[in-house]
Each structure stands twice: as structure tokens, then as C-alpha cells.
């Protein structure tokens, strides 16, 4: 079963990419609202693991495993969550300006059952990745 959703981000592709690149900055925005993260392994290249701690608001944590399958800068990032739930995520980022992104965001369950038992959760989680991807780059440097 496939959860889809697209952005326009006020930025440019490769501003969005960075944010996608760079560790520190993915564990800051990575997660739906309320979320932290601890990173124990980011290898942002294709084939690289990424292995890290969500805390929820909750206080509740979340381990979990992937793997960067693909990667083609400024364009598309692809992820496989190895853990459960398994699915892959495919971002693509394409221009639509000087100045805007549309950021495709598509990820496909390995079992179609779990994914409709989830979905209550995963379609607003996934919108509010991209609500803290969003802030990620247009917000000013700190």
C-alpha cells in the first residue's frame, strides 16, 4: 500500500537536499510533530545505514533501521526502513522556480494489511514531516 504526498517549499532544491545531507540538521526537523531524534549512525550515501532513536512526546522511543538505497542529489532520496514497519520512502524534489521546490513524498508498505491499520497515523505524520521539513530551509541560520 503506497501514502502519498506533495509540498511546495519556498526553497530551492538543493537548499531542501542539504537539510536531507546533513545529520545534525536531519535529526533536528526528522519526525512527525513533537518528535526528537538520537542518531547513532547516519551514512547519507546509497547503500548507507541509518540507524537512529525517535523520542516521542510521550516519552515513549522508537528504534529504527534504514538504509539509503538511493541518492541523486538535488533530485531524489531513496530510504528503506528496514525495521518494522518495512516500507521505502521516495522523495523527489523538483523545481518549479528560482525559488520553489515541489517535494514528492511517496512511501510504500511492504505489507499492504499493517499499512491500512496504520494509515491514521502515518497520513498525518507524513504532513507534518514536511510541515518541519518546511521550517528546516526558511528558516534563518542559527
Given amino acids: 500500500m503506497k501514502f502519498e504526498t ?49 523520542h516521542g512526546p510521550d516519552g515513549a522511543n522508537y528504534p529504527n533501521r534504514s538504509r539509503f538505497a538511493d541518492i541523486e542529489p538535488d533530485r531524489r532520496i531513496t530510504i528503506d526502513h528496514v525495521s518494522e514497519p518495512r516500507f521505502r520512502l521516495t522523495v523527489t524534489l523538483t523545481p518549479l522556480s528560482d525559488w520553489a521546490t515541489r517535494v514528492d513524498w511517496e512511501q510504500v508498505f511492504e505489507s499492504a494489511d499493517l499499512a491500512r491499520q496504520i494509515e491514521h497515523i502515518v497520513t498525518p505524520a507524513n504532513e507534518q514531516n514536511l510541515d518541519r521539513l518546511t521550517v528546516e530551509v526558511t528558516q534563518e541560520p542559527s
Fill in 6 to 54: 506533495t509540498r511546495a517549499i519556498p526553497a530551492t532544491p538543493a537548499a531542501v537536499f542539504a537539510a536531507f545531507a546533513d545529520a545534525r540538521r536531519l535529526a533536528r526537523w526528522w519526525g512527525p510533530a513533537g518528535f526528537t531524534n538520537t542518531f547513532e549512525l547516519c551514512d547519507f550515501r546509497p547503500g548507507g545505514d541509518w540507524v537512529f532513536v525517535m
